[in-house]
């Protein structure tokens, strides 16, 4: 674990050095984040002010959605995202046996180097947006509130995980991939909005089997004071489970990629 | 014209090449908009009232739909290509001038805009139809929409082509291209009917060339527009065409006297 | 034949003898294949629009034997030369050795390990290059990417900085290791992902390609370092190369496979001895000559400025050549070259 970390460490200082040899585009990178996050922001604004917005929830409330939502997809894609896009380009290329011959499982591997510095922009956009509206909202915020939304927050982060590691996982068990990619976010997208939105089914289906309640919809709930403990621990082990499913994915996809070759 | 032909046959088949993409996009336009019909309704539904800025639902979601439709059709590559083809110095970037330089893409980009046509926008006009409700509004309307609609490829092409003519003063040139592409889809009236910002950026908008590669086109399918005002976009669309293009020659005269006797 | 000559034909098949039979020096064996077998199935795509179309409804099926029945042994401290032409197999043995391939049947044992059953732990000992490929950071120097190396392999720091000076010296990289990745040439960066492979002291080291597309200088200097290593560290290495140059100056024993299949294995110098029977001979012509005439000389090309003859080294010596051609012409460059390897492996065959 520890030697996972200074890997880890070593890696995020040489993608940081990396980056800063193009101080300007990265900066322009950094403001082109910035834009694209302020996009669910703005949708939100907009609908609350040409409307009377989403039964049951204030404006203040599904802003603060857009902002978990930003603050978990970023959180996760700093640490996931170039992990996911490079594990593609190289299965296509044929070129993955260069990380087989790494002394390290593939996937701790693919994580330990796997930095993604332009996802600040967007965790940035999330916490900006979190802070602003928290004030606003008037909670009762007590220690185990606080407890439960960080734990939901952490699980978010880890559904998010799980998404980008499927994603890599098909990779190597499907060729052409890049637009299931867009599918799966796309998807995962529509935990935007409070689930409930989306009917019953919609918010089972979304609870349980593409559980993306959690990236925004439960944290919030949590925030709000509206879970039970039980409640919280059954979303956590479901978070967990997915995360499972996903690393199973991905064994099963590397020893594919070993038995077919490149 | 068999130059022109074999350009766009070779983005027929570029095209062809990635028809299990597309065909995927469908779906995945389906999830976006179904997203956006399921909130709606509630959202029409709090409200009360059957107009929300000017649209009713059916409207609402059948802009979504045309949105779509649209954006596929008006996409392209062109900053990416550009700045690639900049980068790597090909030697054609330094011996032909733009216009027969940006001839064969942009009859590439046609030819892999027709496959797109068939492959994606017709299929997804029968999904609008068949599950979001989307209208039909006329032969008049969709005449004229046809026509805005070419107008805005051809003008998203060179707005790229511009855009992409910067790299030859930038090393690395993607952070250029997202901020471009985060506003371009904010005031194209992808991500939002235009109408819904409030009256002083809708201003700003209008000067502005973006909302007519996708914004307007959809606003004349929907019939908002009367017959004078629509032949007036269709000018302002040409009139930004020729604008851009003379943009376009003369920062090529620029880069090429710049950076020819260099080497490149 | 003069009796010294028997003498070392006899010899050099004792020895072929002895070493297929694991006599004579006890050789530890580094690697070990056994009849081994590796399948593919891939589906074809077709190449035009209609075959575009097509494949969206119809798929068929090929399938390819890239290993037929290859056996296989390597001793500690050889350094193997890997030929054979594109597609016969190569990189798919290169790849069941390193154990990012399960073969279809038949085994593999390297270094005590079976390749892919235990492959985190295996290939800590092994290094890899894997053509022109790399790992190298593109806008950071090399040395970067050496230290991220020795976190990854856990190497101490002492002992690491005393093999990386060791590496340097020997590889000539002391400044370029300093450059960014992507201001050095093709051979600069070979020599970087060289030293990336052997950073972490590997007892066996695969070299797929290692010097192609890299100028003579670099990869004179690679030569060298691997045979400086091999000697000094006592490194196994199996390289795969289409450079005869490259298989000269390193390998004494070569396998040549061919369509999946090893159609020899032995040593350099037999093959050399009896299949390279041609030379071909390039000359650029100062100024035109007569029409030349040599026995045991075939013209491909003769004009004013150049000349290219195929030499059959069985009618005639090299010198002899090269002094007919001298005397006859005004040369200005003279270039003699081995036949392609294909052609070798077409006589052997034809064997």
Known sequence: ?262 | MSFEFGAMKLGIKEALAWKFSLMLWIVISIVSIGAYYLLWSAIYGLSGQSLIAGYSFRELMTYFVMSEIVQTLTWNNVIMDLSQKIRRGSLITQLVRPVEFLHFDFWQHIGNRVMQFWIYCAPMVLVGVLLFGLKFTGWANLLLFTITAVLAVVLNFVLSALVGLGAFWMTEYHGIRWVYMGFHSIFSGFVFPLTFFPQFWQKIFSFLPFQYTIFVPIQTYAGKYGLLSVLGNMLIQLAWIIVLMIAITLIWRRAMKQFSAAGG | MPPVKKRTALTTMLLMYSQANGLGKAMATAIEVRHLRKIFRTHERGAGLLDAAKSLFFRKYKTIHALKNVSLKVSEGEILGLIGPNGAGKSTLIKAMCGTLFPTSGSVNCLGFEPWRERVKYVANIGAVFGPKSLLWWDLPAIDTFEFLRELYDVPKEEFGKRLKKIITLLDIADVSKKPVRDLSLGERMKCNLACALLHNPKLVFLDEPTIGVDLVSKDKIRKYILEVNKEFGTTFVITTHDMTDIENLCKRIVIINKGEIIYDGLLEKIKSRYVKTKHLKVKLASPGKKFLLAGCKVELQNDYALTIEINLRNVSIESVVQYLLKNFKAADITITNPPIEEIIKEIYRK
């Open chain 1, 1 to 262: 674990m520890l030697r996972w970390l200074r890997l880890w460490k070593n890696w995020a200082s040489l993608e940081l050095a990396s980056q800063m040899a193009y101080k300007w585009n990265f900066f322009l990178k950094f403001f082109g984040a910035i834009t694209f996050g302020v996009i669910g922001p703005l949708i939100a604004i907009l609908i609350y002010t040409n409307s009377k917005g989403i039964p049951g929830w204030s404006f203040e409330q599904f802003l603060l959605l857009t902002g978990l939502f930003s603050l978990a997809s970023g959180l996760s894609a700093f640490f996931s995202m170039p992990m996911t896009f490079h594990t593609i380009e190289k299965v296509r290329e044929g070129d993955y046996d260069v990380d087989l011959v790494r002394p390290m499982r593939p996937l701790s591997y693919a994580l330990a180097t796997s930095t993604d510095l332009d996802q600040l922009a967007e965790i940035l956009v999330g916490i900006s947006v979190i802070a602003y509206v928290m004030p606003k909202l008037g909670l009762q915020l007590a220690a185990a509130n606080i407890a439960a939304s960080l734990l939901l927050l952490l699980m978010a982060v880890v559904f998010f995980l799980s998404l980008n590691i499927i994603i890599a996982a098909f990779a190597f068990l499907f060729v052409k991939t890049y637009a299931l990619i867009d599918l799966f976010y796309e998807v995962a997208k529509v935990g935007k909005n409070p689930i409930t939105a989306y009917g019953k089914t919609g918010s089972l289906l979304l609870t349980y089997v593409f559980p993306v309640g959690l990236a925004a919809f439960y944290p919030a709930q949590a925030l709000f004071g509206v879970l039970s403990l039980a409640e919280i621990l059954k979303l956590s082990l479901i978070a967990l489970g997915f995360l499972a499913f996903a690393i199973t994915l991905w064994e099963l996809g590397i020893r594919k990629y070993q038995s077919a070759g490149g």
